[in-house]
């Protein structure tokens, strides 16, 4: 026998509250309804109530037989949410969020807009079991009350967390939407509810639906909310959903970090390498680039961003920086991208950096000529505006940010290679860049041991620039130390980016 997910033996009102059991206490909407409904019935004067009433219903028989379906909801309804309070507490709150929302909405319109439908028959032509229920069913339940119709509502948001379920079989799947669609028929055979009522409950339940779960539909492969560069983050905590709120520009949310690196291993490897391979020499810059992507496809923390004020994991790992066309002050820069692969290794990685520099010396990048031609068309601040709202949404043309590092997992910069040690760099608000790092130069830093005695070490420091908004601490000085790890340890590197760092 199927074991409950929840020990609800332990169940007590003192811990109701707590994570294993609140969600029971959406139980208590039908508690409030229940309230409401016996107010508005005794209440509102059926004089006072709108008639319901269409065409549709007329060409619709009355037709006894179909109140078996229309009681078989009180099974469907009870045996659904016991078998999701034991078996599956996700989809218990995802129907009895939309069962909610939909008395809510409900009762409110009940007091507003009061309604009532005049289409019972007078007198049955056949006396059955069948005529006996159902004239006890018109006894106990009035006709006021009706649109849009609860009795359809409810089987929607039940169906809607039986087909949300992974452990349904797609058969199962079927019959319970076969059984939906007879008991959402059988109100207007039976005569309970117009035609109407029952459209304002489909209306109603896709409403709710796309309100509480819209983030979750899929829209060929991406879900209602998601980007093309990023899927949104559905679980996450309460702080990291505030703070983009409080804090929307990355540059006022930037956290500054240092490392130094010990290198003389790595350069050890470095020349042994290009010792042994003369045509695909390699060089600190791209330990240094293979050693980020790696620790960020390990820490997919590291690969988010945030734009509009909502947090997103990023689709791919990527990498970018500048490149230089020749050594002199009036020779243009370039942009250099690239993006990872689960399967790459150092020296993909490295061979990939090359085919990325020797482009950009030869031609100008995709971003570049986009922003060549953007150049020459007049109204700058208006396509300025309409960039940047673009850009927020994830809207911005492809071939305008093919190359843009701003739109990267991690910028690079190699200071080293201009002489020139660390120092600050900032974030920018455009874009979806979340990780900037400076690499100085190389130098020799003295050590002091226990015993007072000194030595010299090779090092090379590394700036970090970090939107502080999408982790916290912690995550980051394991993320940067794990970096560390991969730099003074280049053999690492070897093994794919996929492959789980083992320390």
């Not at 399967?343 to 000529?369: M, N, P, Y």
Request: aromatic content about 12%.
């Amino acid at each position: 026998m199927k074991k409950p997910v929840v020990d609800y033996r332990k169940l007590r009102l003192s811990n109701i509250t707590s994570n294993e059991y609140r969600h029971l206490l959406l139980l208590l909407g039908w508690v409030g309804y229940l309230v409401m409904y016996l107010m508005t019935e005794n209440f509102i004067p059926e004089s006072s109530c709108h008639v319901v009433h269409s065409r549709i219903d007329d060409l619709i028989p009355f037709n006894e037989y179909f109140v078996i379906f229309y009681v078989s909801w009180y099974f469907f309804m009870v045996l659904s949410l016991l078998y999701f309070v034991l078996y599956d507490i996700k989809g218990f709150v995802r129907a009895q969020k939309l069962i909610v929302g939909m008395q809510i909405i409900a009762v409110i319109t009940y007091i507003l807009w009061p309604s009532v439908q005049n289409m019972r028959p007078e007198a049955f032509a056949h006396d059955n079991v069948l005529t006996r229920l159902l004239g006890y069913i018109y006894k106990v339940d009035t006709p006021t009350g009706v649109c849009p119709s609860l009795h359809v509502g409810y089987t929607l948001a039940v169906l809607s967390a039986h087909l949300a379920a992974r452990d349904h079989k797609l058969i199962k799947k079927v019959l319970l939407a076969l059984w939906s669609f007879m008991i959402c028929i059988s109100v207007c055979f039976v005569k309970q509810h117009s035609f109407i009522d029952v459209c304002a409950a489909v209306i109603l339940y896709l409403f709710l639906e796309i309100v509480l779960f819209g983030r979750d539909i899929k829209l060929g492969k991406r879900r209602i909310g998601d980007r093309r560069d990023g899927e949104l983050i559905r679980d996450i905590d309460s702080m990291h959903y505030i703070m983009p709120l409080m804090y929307p520009n990355r540059c006022d949310n930037e956290a500054y970090m240092k490392l130094s690196v010990e290198i003389a291993g790595t350069e050890e490897y470095i020349r042994n390498y290009n010792k042994e391979h003369p045509d695909e020499r390699i060089a600190i810059f791209d330990i240094v680039i293979a050693a980020a992507l790696r620790t960020i496809r390990q820490r997919p923390q590291m690969n988010r961003f945030i734009a509009n004020q909502t947090m997103y994991q990023r689709r791919c790992v990527t990498a970018a920086f500048t490149v230089k066309k020749e050594f002199r002050d009036d020779a243009d820069e370039t942009l250099a991208r690239i993006v990872a692969e689960d399967t790459d290794t150092l020296f993909t990685i490295s061979h990939k950096v090359r085919e990325q520099i020797a482009l950009c010396k030869k031609e100008d990048d995709e971003s570049t000529e986009a922003m060549n031609f953007i150049m020459k068309i007049p109204g700058k601040h208006l396509i300025g505006a309409i960039a940047r709202f673009l850009d927020r949404h994830g809207w911005m043309p492809q071939s305008v940010i093919a190359t843009d590092p701003y739109q990267c997992s991690v910028v690079l910069s190699n200071l080293g290679s201009l002489g020139l040690d660390i120092g600050y760099h900032h974030l920018m608000n455009w874009g979806t860049n979340s990780i900037f790092i400076i690499i100085g130069t190389k130098k020799f830093k003295p050590y002091h041991d226990q015993d007072g005695n000194v030595t010299m070490k090779k090092e090379l420091d590394l700036a970090f620039t970090i939107d502080e908004r999408i982790s916290d601490g912690f995550y980051y000085a394991r993320s940067i130390r794990l970096m560390k790890t991969l730099i003074e340890n280049p053999k690492l590197l070897e093994e794919s980016l996929s492959e789980q760092v083992k320390r």
